[in-house]
């Protein structure tokens, strides 16, 4: 048997694009497959790894504001000190209401911040670059409930995307003086005096090394004392030397006067770190089942971790591996979609028209997966997590909204007959004027990322058929019903 961590043989087709498409970002059109088939494997995975060579889109400068949680002035607080001391009822009224006037303020930029995120996940010509940060925000997750301040969010969203395919080690060193991390973990906390391990306990745990993978607590408690007086002001980092411990630690067996860097890199140097790195973006992009990987995967996995050493932790050499390999090739319908993984690849796959970007943001929130909010610093379980019987039955009314533009909450169509028109998918599939079996083969080949039953093939096509295939509403209805499907769940 052919190793399945070696470059997949098999034709590159269409069929494979669009799996390649829908892991490396988030779908394609038909057109856009079968143009990726056209140039190869090799060159199609290049042009989606190596997306800075693609034009992409720019922030504005101002784009969200900085001053909505600004420090106080001098005189601001001493305003505050004169009104505590005095007890001037109405200047601490004051004080209250320009709290919650910026409290209000800065609800609303987190609001215009995951809009903003989501319409770029919907828009980019860097689909991998997008998924990317998403992964990464989930991993070094950090939510706004406990940050509590917008901009900060908004800076380290800009860091993770700076990173997204570039260098896990320098990542992580930007993540030790990331504000918002720093905040979510209580950095200010972390004194020589008396050392607050949640930063150094969820560096090992969770973003380099994994759960129980070769540390103890007194290395945890070694690596506080490493990463005090780390800390921010405003929004930008800053080191407290008063508050640093420049004695000796020992970690890992390695003692030294250790700062936070020296402490990264020691773990950094650990094999466990690339095998805990690989296995996470193995079940982000290949097969998230609860027994993933198994023995094919885990070779793919030590095969990933072993570039990862060698390259120093450069990430694209490993993403263009386990893009190529066998492994990936056949692991089709092996993730579960994400909600924002279904809102965003049906809307691309099938050019849907999106006149409300909240109304996606909140259907994801609905449907457990809230932008800038991840439920604890383990991020996003994924996988079977994402579907119950709750959920499912939002993701079916996110797709209806999808495609006919109504909404739960109305008792009318949004759209109507101006909303989705399916015939430019059925030409652009070949089958606008086919039978009724051949376009339902033509639908499910696109819209499933595996092959559906017989049964159900011929469901699919006698509804299409009761519809009339000429008219709208059978595409239409087809589409939904496919939408419908458990199989539709998967990626």
């Not at 007086?229 to 411990?245: C, I, L, M, V």
């Not at 849907?352 to 991840?374: F, I």
């Not at 909450?409 to 004027?433: I, K, M, T, Y």
């Not at 595996?450 to 595409?475: K, Q, V, W």
Request: with cysteine.
């Amino acid at each position: 048997m052919a190793d399945p961590s070696q470059p997949c043989t098999s034709p590159f087709d269409a069929a494979a694009a669009a799996h390649l498409l829908s892991r490396a970002g988030f779908g394609g059109t038909p057109q856009q497959c079968r143009a990726l088939a056209a140039m190869g494997r090799k060159r199609a995975i290049e042009l989606l790894v190596d997306f800075e060579s693609v034009e992409g889109e720019s922030t504005p400068e101002g784009l969200f504001r900085s001053d909505i949680r600004r420090p106080a002035t001098a005189e601001e607080r001493r305003f505050v000190e004169d009104a505590r001391r005095s007890q001037d009822e109405a200047a601490l009224e004051r004080i209250q209401q320009e709290r919650n006037r910026r409290d209000s303020e800065d609800r609303a930029q987190l609001t215009e911040l995951r809009r903003w995120w989501m319409r770029r996940m919907v828009e980019s010509p860097r689909p991998l670059e997008e998924k990317l940060t998403l992964f990464w925000h989930s991993h070094f997750a950090t939510g706004y409930r406990t940050v509590q301040d917008s901009y900060l969010l908004f800076l380290q969203n800009g860091l993770l995307r700076r990173h997204a395919a570039g260098n896990f080690a320098d990542l992580v060193f930007a993540i030790l003086r990331d504000p918002a991390m720093l905040s979510y973990l209580d950095a200010n906390e972390n004194r020589r005096q008396s050392p607050n391990e949640n930063l150094a306990r969820e560096l090992m745990e969770l973003f380099v090394l994994g759960e129980g993978h070769g540390y103890t607590e007194g290395d945890i408690k070694e690596g506080a004392r490493a990463l005090t007086g780390y800390t921010f002001s405003d929004d930008e980092f800053a080191f407290d030397e008063g508050n640093h411990d420049w004695g000796e630690k020992t970690i890992l067996g390695r003692t030294g006067e250790w700062d936070g860097d020296g402490f990264a890199r020691i773990i950094l140097s650990r094999p466990e770190c690339s095998e805990y790195l690989a296995t996470k973006l193995y079940r982000y992009f290949v097969d998230d089942a609860p027994n993933s990987p198994d023995a094919d995967g885990m070779r793919l996995v030590q095969a990933m971790a072993q570039t990862m050493r060698d390259g120093q932790y450069s990430l694209p050499p490993v993403l263009r591996q386990m893009f190529a390999s066998d492994d990936f090739d056949r692991r089709r319908g092996c993730v579960v979609k994400s909600p924002v993984q279904l809102m965003v690849q049906s809307i691309r796959t099938m050019e849907l028209p999106v006149d409300d970007v909240m109304a996606l943001v909140q259907a994801c929130d609905l449907m457990g997966q809230q932008l800038l909010q991840p439920p604890n610093v383990k991020g996003w379980a994924g996988g079977r997590s994402w579907i119950n019987t709750s959920t499912y039955f939002v993701r079916q009314n996110a797709l209806v909204y999808l495609l006919t533009g109504q909404r739960p909450d109305r008792d009318s169509f949004g759209g109507a007959d101006g909303w989705w028109d399916p015939q430019p998918l059925l030409a652009d599939l070949g089958v606008a004027d086919a039978s009724s079996a051949a376009t339902a083969d033509a639908l499910a080949a696109t819209l499933l990322a595996i092959n559906m039953s017989p049964t159900r093939r011929d469901e699919m096509a006698a509804l299409i058929e009761s519809h009339g295939l000429n008219r709208r509403g059978g595409a239409m209805a087809a589409v939904q019903w496919i939408s419908a499907l458990p199989e539709f769940q998967l990626t």
